[in-house]
């Protein structure tokens, strides 16, 4: 079994996170690079970091900017920020309320495989999710988790991107709990046209105890990924 060292380090600007992620990236990939000159084996380690940001509006390095349908004068009157990134994906907003979630793991510690590292994260947002009573979905040829797949009610509340290199994880989930929605609507969200974006307080009607959720997420991805967190 792998284990993980796990951080929360709370409500963080955006670029704050980006560069803690890349120390533990670059220190993982650092490793890698001496084994390979060296001929050795020595172990690299596995890093979870959970966060939450202030608003911020983050665009993946294949993304669209027009995505994005406010200027930046409209997004410091929110209070917003914006990053060009260097994950997968298309525009997305993080905010406060939300569970960012930064897996920087050595996939050659799991398996070599990264559309199932995709399929073990989401699975772990669906699996917290059927405890609070919903049944949280894929839908085909989107990442993320989604509620009511097919339908006219199809919503997102939660999105990945990430970025690997040499197997080598970074970037990773926003997980709706308390959120912002209103946010949202200063973009298409992921790129995706007409699908909307809900959290967990808007399904449940209620507000939600974050930490809770956090307890239930972070023993979920240590089931799915069959690893222990330290």
Same mark, same amino acid.
């Given at each position: ?6 951080? #929360?380090?709370?409500? $963080? ?37 959970? /966060? ?5 509006? !983050? ?25 060009? !990134? ?26 070599? #495989? $990264? ?11 669906? %699996? ?14 989107? !990442? ?13 509340? /939660? ?30 969200? /992921? ?14 009607? @209620?507000?939600?105890?974050?930490? %809770?959720?956090?307890?239930?997420? @972070? ?10 967190? $330290?």
């Amino acid at each position: 079994m792998q284990t993980a060292h796990f951080k #929360d380090i709370g409500l $963080v600007e955006y670029k704050e996170a980006w560069d803690y992620q890349e120390k533990y990236f670059h220190k993982t990939l650092e490793i890698k690079s001496k084994n390979r000159r060296n001929n050795t084996d020595h172990a690299t380690k596995n890093y979870l970091i959970f /966060c939450e940001h202030p608003h911020v509006y !983050t665009l993946g390095n294949s993304g669209n900017k027009e995505n994005l349908l406010v200027n930046e004068d409209y997004l410091k009157s929110r209070g917003a920020s914006f990053y060009k !990134t260097n994950r997968g994906g298309d525009i997305t907003y993080h905010g406060p309320g939300q569970i960012v979630g930064y897996p920087i793991f050595d996939l050659d510690n799991f398996f070599n #495989d $990264v559309g199932k590292y995709l399929r073990l994260l989401e699975e772990s947002i669906i %699996l917290t999710m059927k405890s609070y009573g919903l049944n949280g979905e894929r839908s085909e040829g989107e !990442t993320g988790v989604w509620l009511d797949v097919g339908t006219v009610n199809a919503r997102k509340i /939660c999105a990945l991107g990430v970025k690997t290199s040499r197997w080598v994880s970074m970037h990773g989930f926003a997980f709706n709990i308390n959120t912002d929605l209103s946010y949202f609507e200063n973009i298409i969200p /992921c790129g995706i046209n007409n699908k909307q974006v809900t959290s967990l307080e808007k399904e449940l009607g @209620k507000k939600i105890n974050v930490d %809770l959720v956090k307890k239930e997420l @972070k023993s979920n991805i240590e089931l799915i990924f069959d690893l222990k967190l $330290v």
